[in-house]
């Protein structure tokens, strides 16, 4: 079994056969990885406070060649590059950090994140191959399950002796996880649980490692007791014998070629009628007692459900993460290659124009820099308060619903954010960008899913309003969409937003903002987060006061009539936790010049949305004309003062240049007009 | 040699071997296609007036098999396969149709077009494959070659006997085609064309069918005669032997994975001191005469060299029409998958909601369908224009020039919509959108090029707005930076629209609209319509004024500092384009439910646009905050509207069902839940 006592220094696996983890050879690379002053003091500020040992030992430490996976590898070429990899990474020690310190972990939920998003800088079929063994897998195991299960599943889990699935999404249910018709019926005869797929819909599908890997997996299914139906629990099934053959009773499918991800062998799984003992079931929020009577401290079943379901909040801070992750990635590349091909001559000008030099590119390319620094902060800010609020000596229920909520936002924003903004860098590319080699494409075919994955993003951000609106203190029930309609009429106006506390910090600027003259600048801070802030709420209260206007007898024509103003109150809420994470993180930076860039950034961010909602902004008498055009104007101005430091700002996403796997970027004689053959 | 003497019937090749093209199998299958009689309606309305037949005759015969190609081929399969489709589509009378009737052709460069769009409908490789040797090398043979060039290059690319590419891009230069490298120096001593890559970055890179079959390349370089440069000519230069070993002196490379089109064999060609003779240079707009020396009809070796580039006019159209095509099959897809596909129960209603009857789905796919249909009638009426310029007995350049910048314009903005439509329909299907066999992903990854080959998007508004600014009277000079300021420094303000001249159907419903009060409602056509007139005017004016008021001693830095205003300008315009297409298209349905309905459409088109730069209109006086909100109010109640419709208006879009190509749509019962097993 694996053992960990010392989390800066990786520790191989001592019984799993493995490569050396070659770390001569990468901190040798390293080494020669020279990045700007400013580069540096960029990365030291948004590393954050409690994990920024473990990204630097990372950079210094994972060989490029973990990182970089062949895009031309057939489906059966990239899940054995991944399956290979896998080991490695154990090895490197950035796998099973959220297993509890007994079990061979670091009983760290917030390091476990890391590990995920450090792994997405590279390959993203690794990242979520290990995510599904690991994270839901193994986050399931140690979540619901009890003594029991830690004690017989972590340690073979950790070794990778005995790869496990996360057997949640059937083919008829994705999104709506209550839903779930696969069937798990106790049989007191056998003191047994029967695990059957009761329909065509409930096969399970999509199922990371099921289609070759798994030999056991984490299944989803209404559990029934005595005839009686307790809602979705999990248990323990054995997929396939040491031979790797299905057992009796389940049938295995392979999803096939998807749309990126290749290494990861997604499949599907029907059972039949397949009786696993009763303590298999993971029962640490609900079992079955010796006399075949099911118990549970939490009496009612939704909420049991969501309490179960909240072990979900780590996948999607880590999906989050890593679709930031990538999309600095893409604008590592993007950036370094605008800075060094030129394309058309200029008048008065010697040689071509450098494409980062023109406007046109600059707008491409550094507002979507500035929201990957807001990102950057966000997340290494939800990380580490995941790892307090685990830590911390009693749960905190409001706490972990606030938590859950922002996760759920981040994760839709972000992977927004993702799959925007990488294709705007394949295409700021041109042919180049096209190309595999150069490591674009890939990146965007395998952080798409991620829109859709961990919970769909309309879902998500459905689930965010609902906090909102119920200043989380109803939180049971997903897209419950009676409850909503009728917390909102039970809401007063102006009370709604209060939920969610404004920083003490932000108050202060907002405060001060409100103090002075009408015509404060552009470029002040109180007065970017006033407009997020007032967006913010005006958009709640109305949707709220909308809900409330509802005809009682049909919630969901309520509800549906105002599902764009839902979804708009979930994003503007998100664009006001981010911002505010953007700014407590510049705050804790001395001044200089690293906060100036800082400062700059921030800035850009916040006025390119507060541009890209300039209608709501007027329609709403948030703005003038005037203004809505000086905005336009600031944020072309930002981009000419930022563009001298594009380089030394990449640096600062923290992305190792060995990491990027881009060809063009290593071959400068071939992308310079003019220098002979 | 292939001949047809009938354009309705397809006529396999006689002495090509080939499949034989199975039109009975996809007759049977396309005879059980049963749509509704509003989508009937619907594809007669879109299908155009001059090549309705064809576009009809190929939805009834090209069977299936041809249209949709397995996404899990490896590199090597993909090609395989697209080369052998290829055969097919020749056998099917889908290629050649520009080449000159005498050499086996139709003349028909607007079929040309057709052709082109119909095969997008299927496998882009296969497309692409089939673009690049007879739209780009024929072409060019075509366009650019003379009666020697017709007569010895013309039968055999019909034929495929010799596979031909098209070598323009080059490492160093794709856009700026003017600063080439390659040279073509001819030598009076042997009368012989010598081609030479003179750097690494002259390398020709991207050049479909370079990799493996191209036998010949049509090659983009400077011609040097006597020393003297003449600026960029095109010379046919033979690349591999009859066992397919590269000619001495060529070096040929192979792109390897893209991040899609895997069917196209992309690669690279360098050129050591390559001779052939002197005849081989495509010279119809400038060659060498018998006595060694340069003659031209085109004095301006600028004016000549965009006399040559405007043969690109065809390219871009079948590109934007190919991306139309590609997006409305994407809709298709994910609208088909979103009537069937349930999630969530409701209050009060019996089942699962239906995805498409969620406010946020329809949002989703609605606005884009309704943009797709303005497409659809702007692509229609674009590539009748060409074949109509092309018949026209005396050439009208400036109508040519107008026609350029409107199919640079189209491609733009349909390879963008493109994109993100395809995206947002990939998202719209959840897991099941990333499995390739549903079909979204394969047509994602391939469309995704469209954006930056056969001209980079942001070049191409950048030639629009160039067009617009000189009234079309100066287009000789592509990114010509100091010419544009130039211009706009002689343009006095109000002049500029003028240029593209309103059409009288649409003066006419502008000026109804002005006489009537200020509140008309916002289903009032005219209104629209006078709100794209508008912005387009205002965007325009002010840009040519900035421009005017630039430092005139650095022109770069004018134009550069006003480039978002410059795409801006180029886009409104374009906007303003489609719009009056759709309105033309529309004028000439009868009164009835397909007219109601794209009446609907277009109002969703307009309002959509019009909501989306609200924050313009607003800053610009041109709406109120009011009508601001009443904008989105009523694009949702238009969403509403078209529900019922949904499938009928997919219908409308033109793709055949068997053509999907998607699996999740041909197996109902897996996605029905509650269906037992």
């Given at each position: 079994m694996t053992t960990r006592s010392d989390l800066q220094t990786p520790a191989p696996s001592t019984d799993v056969a493995m490569p050396a983890p070659a770390t001569e050879e990468a901190t040798t690379r390293h080494t020669r990885e020279e990045i700007s002053a400013l580069g540096a003091g960029l990365r030291a500020a948004t590393d954050g406070r409690r994990y920024a040992d473990v990204r630097a030992l990372a950079r210094a430490t994972v060989p490029a060649r973990l990182m970089v996976r062949d895009a031309a590898q057939t489906v059966p070429e990239a899940r054995e590059w991944t399956r290979r990899s896998l080991r490695e990474l154990v090895g490197l020690g950035l796998?099973?950090?959220?297993?509890p310190a007994e079990h061979?972990?670091?009983?760290d939920v917030g390091r476990s994140c890391v590990d995920f998003e450090i792994s997405a800088l590279g390959d993203l079929s690794l990242t979520v191959k290990s995510a599904v063994h690991f994270g839901l897998f193994g986050g399931a195991v140690t979540s619901l399950g009890t003594d029991w299960h830690h004690e017989n599943v972590l340690p073979q889990t950790l070794s990778l002796e005995q790869i496990g699935c996360y057997a949640m999404t059937e083919y008829g249910h994705g999104s709506d996880v209550?839903?779930?018709?696969?069937t798990l019926t106790y049989d007191a005869a056998t003191d047994e649980l029967v695990v059957h797929s009761p329909t065509r819909s409930a096969t399970k599908t999509y199922i990371g490692a099921a289609a070759e890997d798994a030999r056991i997996a984490a299944v989803y299914g209404q559990l029934v007791v005595d005839g009686r139906t307790h809602g979705v629990h999990v248990v323990l099934v054995p997929l396939r014998d040491e031979v790797g053959q299905p057992l009796p009773g389940v049938t295995l499918g392979d999803n096939g070629h998807k749309g990126g991800l290749l290494g990861v062998d997604n499949g599907t799984i029907t059972f039949d009628q397949v009786r696993v003992p009763r303590r298999m079931l993971l029962d640490r929020y609900g079992g079955i007692d010796d006399s075949g009577t099911y118990v549970s401290d939490i009496d009612n079943d939704n909420k049991r459900f969501f309490t179960m379901l909240g072990t979900l909040v780590r996948g999607r801070i880590c999906v989050a993460a890593g679709a930031a992750a990538s999309t600095r990635k893409a604008l590592s590349i993007a950036t370094r290659y605008a800075v060094r091909r030129r394309q058309f001559d200029a008048p008065g000008h010697d040689g071509e124009v450098v494409l980062l030099d023109y406007l046109a590119h600059q707008r491409k390319l550094l507002p979507a820099i500035a929201t990957s620094y807001a990102h950057l902060f966000a997340v290494t800010e939800i990380i580490e308060r995941l790892q307090d609020l685990h830590e911390a000596p009693e749960k905190d229920q409001e706490a972990h619903r606030e938590l859950e909520t922002r996760a759920a936002g981040l994760k839709a924003l972000m992977t927004r954010h993702a799959n925007d903004t990488i294709q705007v860098c394949r295409e700021a590319c041109g042919g180049a960008g096209y190309m595999s080699e150069n490591g674009l494409t890939g990146l965007r075919a395998d952080a798409d899913v991620f829109a859709t994955f961990e919970g769909d993003n309309t879902v998500l951000l459905q689930l965010v309003a609902k906090g909102l609106l119920t200043g989380y203190k109803e939180m049971w029930g997903d897209l419950d969409v009676r409850g909503m309609v009728q917390f909102a009429a039970r809401t007063l106006g102006g009370q709604v937003v209060e939920a969610t506390a404004v920083r003490p910090l932000v108050s202060r600027l907002v405060a001060a903002a409100a103090r002075r003259s009408e015509d404060h600048t552009l470029l002040d801070r109180g007065w970017h987060l006033s407009m997020f802030v007032e967006r913010e709420r005006h958009v709640l209260e109305t949707l709220a006061a909308r809900l409330r206007r509802g005809k009682d007898h049909d919630a969901f024509a309520t509800f549906n009539a105002a599902q764009d103003h839902v979804l708009m109150a979930a994003r503007t809420h998100m664009d006001r936790m981010v911002l505010e994470a953007f700014v407590t993180g510049i705050d804790a930076c001395e001044e200089g010049e690293v906060r100036d860039v800082l400062e700059r950034l921030c800035t850009l961010y916040a006025l390119s949305s507060i541009e890209a909602d300039s209608g709501w902004f007027q329609a709403h008498n948030r703005m003038s004309a005037g203004r809505a055009k000086a905005v336009t104007t600031q944020v072309n101005k930002l981009c000419a003062e930022l563009r001298p430091h594009a380089v030394a700002i990449v640096e600062g996403l923290g992305v190792p240049e060995a990491w990027l796997g881009s060809a063009m970027l290593t071959e400068p004689e071939v992308w310079t007009p003019g220098v002979p053959a």
């Open positions: 796998a099973g950090s959220g297993f061979g972990g670091l009983d209550a839903s779930l018709e696969t």
